[in-house]
């Protein structure tokens, strides 16, 4: 009953300073952050992890203290295990939070957000990856110490390391397309084929790098749908990368107009309507008339924009803006369908005799001797047992 007590005296103040101390951390870093932001990222990312250590190990502390280590109490080992399996767990919850925290006090000064961002996007693409790399490597040696605080587990050390030559082939053979794809999600992440944000076409679909994995790539489709390929696709698959080297695009806006187009006065217009908007870059501006075959005259228009959604909006505008134009002011320009009606058309002449002579192979008998072999046989008159007269 003593231990008893002492241990919720023990266990009390462990959570009276706990709280105390969660106060304290808040206050301070509250105060930082209203000077420095990187202090107010902080306090939000380490909040519960810091706050949950520090009650564990508390905990344990007044555990220790107040249950002596003697035969009466034989459980004493087994709690003692437990608070340093949660210890473990929480230090290893504790360091990946303040590792993320550190990767993203990296980016903060790599912005995306504006136009020339093939760096940044550069660096993000890799940084995120070393993110995924550094909690995977942080939870395994967690999950390490964990278990060699279990008995027993060094000596089945010995019985694995003995058969570590099997088992690693077995092992390689089963995760050969998962290792496949960490290793293609690294290659991706440090050759620079992709990069977060970067726009592509796979699968003749259009849209955005969203999110770059050890073992997968999510593409944001341009409807808003999500396309996950693995990691693998990109090393062994041809695709479009729009922004490999630089974000501006230059996009083409196509025309089969009648042969009385004015170009000139296309072209003109196409000025006029490219000054009227903001989506336009100013590096590009070209009209030609790049074929004039079966009737059409084919009008292409070459565009640019700073991206790849300002460039298809500006596609989508010129287009608009031209064919009200072609409608307003040349309609004799619009595209038309020519029929040639002819009122009179001869009536095909009947093939003249042929003078061969009729006892040739080819005369002009030819027809009624091949009836001799391939008419009709003849068979009115003539009963089944008789035979028939030959012609």
Same mark, same amino acid.
């Given at each position: 009953?003593?231990?008893?007590?002492?241990? %919720?005296?023990?266990?009390?103040? @462990? %959570?009276?300073?706990?709280?105390?101390?969660?106060?304290?951390?808040?206050?301070?870093?509250?105060?930082?952050?209203?000077?420095?932001?990187?202090?107010?990222?902080?306090?939000?990312?380490?909040?519960?992890?810091?706050?949950?250590?520090?009650?564990?190990?508390?905990?344990?502390? #007044?555990?220790?203290?107040?249950?002596?280590?003697?035969?009466?109490?034989?459980?004493?080992?087994?709690?003692?295990?437990?608070?340093?399996?949660?210890?473990?767990?929480?230090?290893?919850?504790?360091?990946? =939070?303040? #590792?993320?925290?550190?990767?993203?006090?990296?980016?903060?000064?790599?912005?995306?957000?504006?136009?020339? /961002?093939?760096?940044?996007?550069?660096?993000?693409? $890799?940084?995120?990856?070393?993110?995924?790399?550094?909690?995977?490597? %942080?939870?395994?040696?967690?999950?390490?110490?964990?278990?060699?605080?279990? &008995?027993?587990? =060094?000596?089945? *050390?010995?019985?694995?390391? @003995?058969?570590? *030559?099997?088992?690693?082939?077995? @092992?390689?053979?089963?995760?050969?397309?998962?290792?496949? /794809?960490?290793?293609?999600?690294?290659?991706?992440?440090?050759?620079?084929?992709?990069?977060?944000?970067?726009?592509?076409?796979?699968?003749? $679909? !259009?849209?955005?790098?969203?999110?770059?994995?050890?073992?997968?790539?999510?593409?944001?489709? !341009?409807?808003?749908?999500?396309?996950?390929?693995?990691?693998?696709?990109?090393?062994?698959? &041809?695709?479009? /990368?729009?922004?490999?080297? /630089?974000?501006?695009?230059?996009?083409?806006?196509?025309?089969? %107009?009648?042969?009385?187009?004015?170009?000139?006065?296309?072209?003109?217009?196409?000025?006029?309507?490219?000054?009227?908007?903001?989506?336009?870059?100013?590096?590009? $501006?070209?009209? $030609?008339?790049?074929?004039?075959?079966?009737?059409?005259?084919?009008?292409?228009?070459?565009?640019?924009?700073?991206?790849?959604? +300002?460039?298809?909006?500006?596609?989508?505008?010129?287009?608009?803006?031209?064919?009200? !134009?072609?409608?307003?002011?040349?309609?004799?320009?619009?595209?038309?369908?020519?029929?040639?009606?002819?009122?009179?058309?001869?009536?095909?002449?009947?093939?003249?005799? +042929?003078?061969?002579?009729?006892?040739?192979?080819? *005369?002009?008998?030819?027809?009624?001797? #091949?009836?001799?072999?391939?008419?009709?046989?003849?068979?009115?008159?003539?009963?089944?047992? =008789?035979?028939?007269?030959?012609?």
């Amino acid at each position: 009953m003593d231990i008893l007590l002492r241990l %919720l005296v023990a266990i009390g103040f @462990a %959570l009276l300073i706990t709280a105390a101390a969660a106060l304290v951390t808040h206050l301070v870093f509250r105060s930082l952050g209203r000077r420095e932001r990187w202090a107010a990222v902080l306090s939000r990312r380490t909040k519960h992890p810091f706050r949950s250590m520090l009650l564990v190990a508390l905990l344990w502390t #007044a555990f220790a203290t107040s249950v002596p280590d003697t035969d009466a109490h034989p459980w004493r080992d087994e709690v003692t295990h437990v608070f340093l399996i949660a210890t473990i767990a929480v230090g290893c919850w504790l360091a990946c =939070e303040v #590792a993320i925290f550190l990767e993203s006090l990296g980016l903060h000064r790599y912005r995306i957000d504006v136009p020339d /961002n093939r760096q940044a996007r550069r660096i993000r693409t $890799q940084v995120l990856v070393i993110r995924r790399l550094t909690v995977a490597v %942080l939870v395994i040696i967690a999950l390490g110490a964990i278990l060699l605080t279990f &008995p027993g587990v =060094e000596a089945a *050390g010995a019985s694995v390391l @003995a058969s570590a *030559g099997l088992l690693s082939v077995i @092992a390689g053979l089963a995760a050969q397309s998962t290792l496949g /794809n960490v290793f293609a999600g690294m290659q991706l992440a440090f050759s620079g084929s992709i990069r977060v944000d970067d726009v592509v076409v796979v699968e003749q $679909q !259009w849209g955005r790098i969203e999110e770059i994995t050890l073992t997968y790539v999510v593409v944001h489709l !341009w409807d808003d749908r999500r396309f996950v390929l693995p990691s693998t696709y990109f090393t062994s698959t &041809p695709f479009e /990368n729009w922004t490999r080297t /630089n974000s501006e695009l230059l996009g083409a806006v196509e025309f089969d %107009l009648d042969w009385r187009v004015r170009p000139g006065d296309m072209r003109a217009e196409l000025e006029r309507i490219l000054t009227r908007t903001e989506l336009w870059d100013g590096r590009v $501006q070209v009209l $030609q008339v790049t074929d004039a075959v079966q009737g059409y005259v084919h009008v292409r228009v070459l565009v640019t924009a700073h991206d790849a959604p +300002s460039l298809f909006d500006l596609r989508c505008y010129v287009r608009e803006e031209l064919v009200a !134009w072609i409608q307003r002011t040349h309609p004799d320009a619009q595209p038309v369908q020519r029929v040639l009606m002819v009122d009179d058309v001869a009536a095909p002449t009947r093939r003249a005799a +042929s003078t061969a002579s009729s006892s040739a192979l080819f *005369g002009a008998d030819q027809d009624d001797r #091949a009836a001799m072999f391939t008419g009709p046989i003849r068979t009115s008159g003539i009963r089944p047992d =008789e035979v028939p007269p030959t012609r």
